[in-house]
T-cell receptor, first 119, second 113 residues
Framework: GAVVSQHPSRVICKSGTSVKIECRSL??????MFWYRQFPKQSLMLMAT?????????EQGVEKDKFLINHASLTLSTLTVTSAHPEDSSFYIC???????????????FGPGTRLLVL | GQNIDQPTEMTATEGAIVQINCTYQ??????LFWYQQHAGEAPTFLSY????GLEEKGRFSSFLSRSKGYSYLLLKELQMKDSASYLC??????????????FGKGTKLSVIP
């Protein structure tokens, strides 16, 4: 099956620093990738849709200047949390849609997630 | 918009059968997904229903009733490893042939000996 990787899997940083998280589709091309955030005991909340070659589409309430998304190639999207604060501590998960997919069922393959802890 | 509702927690005994319900209200129907998520891990795909009825896949089955806006996930012969959160999710069309998922809050299932 399709594989999506995320790096790093876990990161601890000081308040005020920036953290970059990478999401890669390993065996397929993905024009579209998605970034989610999940707080403890909560569900996944879509933050933004990342589109290769164009600007990301952010969900309501998500600051685009704080969560920078770059989808530079068909296999890589990055999420940079700028000036991170303790309230940004969360589990960040990406997913990627296989460009060959034709139906709704072939929607998204999830990465393993990145746990961010801001001290 | 999308509104998805499922119970917060359930407990069941090893070897038993458990049914996890999901009700949804969507602005356009494009099927319904079920995902399993173990603590600290990403969700894994379990099933996708677009037509009414029951679809069986090994120990897991998923049912859909579009007229009632209702789905359930049925887990048989429960094993300890089935302890996880089960997420109901509805796709909505986001343009350019792509769909985005709206997730329910998830049902945390605890399987006890």
């Amino acid at each position: 099956g399709a594989v999506v990787s995320q790096h790093p899997s876990r990161v601890i940083c000081k308040s005020g620093t920036s953290v970059k998280i990478e999401c890669r589709s390993l065996d397929f091309q993905a024009t579209t990738m998605f970034w989610y955030r999940q707080f403890p005991k909560q569900s996944l909340m879509l933050m933004a849709t990342s589109n290769e070659g164009s600007k990301a589409t952010y969900e309501q309430g998500v600051e685009k200047d704080k969560f920078l998304i770059n989808h530079a190639s068909l296999t890589l999207s990055t999420l940079t949390v700028t000036s991170a604060h303790p309230e940004d501590s969360s589990f960040y998960i990406c997913s990627a849609r296989d460009d060959r997919g034709r139906g709704v069922e072939e929607t998204q393959y999830f990465g393993p997630g990145t746990r961010l802890l801001v001290l | 918009g999308q509104n998805i509702d499922q119970p917060t927690e359930m407990t069941a005994t090893e070897g038993a059968i458990v049914q996890i319900n999901c009700t949804y209200q969507t602005s356009g129907f494009n099927g319904l997904f079920w995902y399993q998520q173990h603590a600290g891990e990403a969700p894994t795909f379990l099933s996708y229903n677009v037509l009414d009825g029951l679809e069986e896949k090994g120990r897991f089955s998923s049912f859909l009733s579009r007229s009632k806006g209702y789905s359930y996930l049925l887990l048989k012969e429960l094993q300890m490893k089935d302890s996880a959160s089960y997420l109901c999710a509805a796709p909505s069309y986001s343009g350019a042939g792509s769909y985005q998922l709206t997730f329910g809050k998830g049902t945390k299932l605890s399987v006890i000996p």
